[in-house]
């Protein structure tokens, strides 16, 4: 089986003319390195990469196809898929990056290793990833698109967060105090691609799982390290398992599937864990950095597990059983 993987921020998804931050390389590469050996572990798996000359040339036994002209991405990129059995990108939904990629892989008839395209469009907004899992009855921290709120900021008591409705990770998430944040931060920049929601405290989590048609199988619950400096949150890793993984967490796996039939694959949900109940913060419809962890905190290949789940009739994974907690950080 031929199998393409492109990992957007390293595979030539970056624009030609910027640098390529070091620390979304290091995540990039994270990601594509734990893949790439546990599909390189499946009989009869050929795996093709792209690799953006701009950094160092992979040392995976793989096919891999430099790319010196990241405009010509997409075209290169629908090439491969055409040439391929399977495509399994790991992109952000920024952009409308991961979207995009699923619909080209659907139009192809190739196999798309990921979420189906409509389940990622949802995804891709934090706002409409809320209604969605609202109206299901689901847990989730309520979104207001920006434009949408009074100039004093959304109703309720302060504070808020503020972050890219698209956005990935926590880039550009801002921590917002009160009305003066409020109005300070809007007259920074444009901030109609933005939505708030009201600061929930708990502990920050996540949940690592596999979906296919409605269901979840859930492998890990992680305990995100996210840090708050400035008023700005950023994302530092966390352990992968470093958190029970009960029995209300999996009944919200299976919720969230089942609210999102499209999801396939790998899927993260990220949460709060507060005294109450977990409540949701959004869904990542793909590949997420604790999967970095996945293999060693639980023993399971993870490529091979998603590929059985993409036969007909699907092979659902074998219950995980110890989960070895697994230290994931993302600072050299």
Request: proline share 9%; net charge negative; hydrophobic share 45%.
């Given at each position: 089986m031929r199998i393409l993987v492109v990992e957007f921020v390293t595979g030539g998804g970056m624009p030609?003319?910027?640098?390529?931050?070091?620390?979304?390389?290091?995540?990039?590469?994270?990601?594509?390195?734990?893949?790439?050996?546990?599909?390189?572990?499946?009989?009869?798996?050929?795996?093709?990469?792209?690799?953006?000359?701009?950094?160092?040339?992979?040392?995976?036994?793989?096919?891999?196809?430099?790319?010196?002209?990241?405009?010509?991405?997409?075209?290169?990129?629908?090439?491969?898929?055409?040439?391929?059995?399977?495509?399994?990108?790991?992109?952000?939904?920024?952009?409308?990056?991961?979207?995009?990629?699923?619909?080209?892989?659907?139009a192809s008839g190739r196999l798309l290793l990921n979420s189906r395209a409509d389940a990622v469009a949802v995804a891709s907004s934090k706002a409409a990833t809320a209604a969605v899992l609202a109206a299901a009855g689901l847990p989730v921290v309520p979104v207001w698109r920006v434009g949408a709120v009074a100039a004093d900021g959304p109703p309720g008591n302060d504070p808020w967060v503020v972050k890219p409705d698209d956005g990935a990770g926590c880039i550009d998430t801002r921590l917002i105090r009160d009305q003066a944040d409020w109005r300070g931060w809007l007259d920074e920049a444009d901030r109609s691609g933005f939505v708030a929601q009201p600061f929930q405290p708990g502990t920050p989590a996540s949940l690592s799982m596999l979906c296919r048609d409605g269901?979840?199988?859930?492998?890990?619950?992680?305990?995100?390290?996210?840090?708050?400096?400035?008023?700005?949150?950023?994302?530092?890793?966390?352990?992968?398992?470093?958190?029970?993984?009960?029995?209300?967490?999996?009944?919200?796996?299976?919720?969230v599937a089942a609210a999102l039939p499209g999801l396939f694959g790998c899927v993260g949900v990220d949460l709060i864990i507060?005294?109450?109940?977990?409540?949701?913060?959004?869904?990542?419809?793909?590949?997420?950095?604790?999967?970095?962890?996945?293999?060693?905190?639980?023993?399971?290949?993870?490529?091979?597990?998603?590929?059985?789940?993409?036969?007909?009739?699907?092979?659902?994974?074998?219950?995980v059983g110890r989960i070895e907690p697994v230290l994931l950080t993302l600072e050299k």
């Amino acid at each position: 089986m031929r199998i393409l993987v492109v990992e957007f921020v390293t595979g030539g998804g970056m624009p030609p003319d910027a640098l390529i931050p070091a620390s979304l390389a290091r995540e990039g590469d994270l990601m594509l390195h734990a893949l790439l050996t546990d599909l390189l572990e499946v009989p009869g798996v050929e795996v093709t990469v792209t690799r953006d000359a701009r950094l160092p040339p992979l040392t995976a036994p793989v096919r891999s196809i430099t790319i010196t002209d990241p405009r010509e991405s997409w075209s290169l990129w629908e090439d491969l898929t055409r040439q391929a059995d399977g495509v399994w990108p790991i992109a952000p939904e920024t952009d409308g990056a991961l979207e995009r990629f699923s619909r080209m892989v659907e139009a192809s008839g190739r196999l798309l290793l990921n979420s189906r395209a409509d389940a990622v469009a949802v995804a891709s907004s934090k706002a409409a990833t809320a209604a969605v899992l609202a109206a299901a009855g689901l847990p989730v921290v309520p979104v207001w698109r920006v434009g949408a709120v009074a100039a004093d900021g959304p109703p309720g008591n302060d504070p808020w967060v503020v972050k890219p409705d698209d956005g990935a990770g926590c880039i550009d998430t801002r921590l917002i105090r009160d009305q003066a944040d409020w109005r300070g931060w809007l007259d920074e920049a444009d901030r109609s691609g933005f939505v708030a929601q009201p600061f929930q405290p708990g502990t920050p989590a996540s949940l690592s799982m596999l979906c296919r048609d409605g269901r979840a199988w859930p492998l890990t619950a992680n305990r995100q390290s996210v840090s708050l400096s400035g008023g700005r949150f950023s994302y530092g890793g966390g352990i992968v398992g470093g958190m029970a993984l009960s029995s209300a967490l999996t009944d919200l796996a299976q919720s969230v599937a089942a609210a999102l039939p499209g999801l396939f694959g790998c899927v993260g949900v990220d949460l709060i864990i507060g005294p109450g109940e977990p409540t949701i913060i959004e869904v990542n419809p793909r590949l997420t950095t604790s999967s970095v962890g996945l293999r060693r905190a639980t023993g399971l290949n993870v490529a091979a597990a998603v590929l059985d789940l993409a036969r007909d009739p699907p092979v659902p994974p074998q219950p995980v059983g110890r989960i070895e907690p697994v230290l994931l950080t993302l600072e050299k």
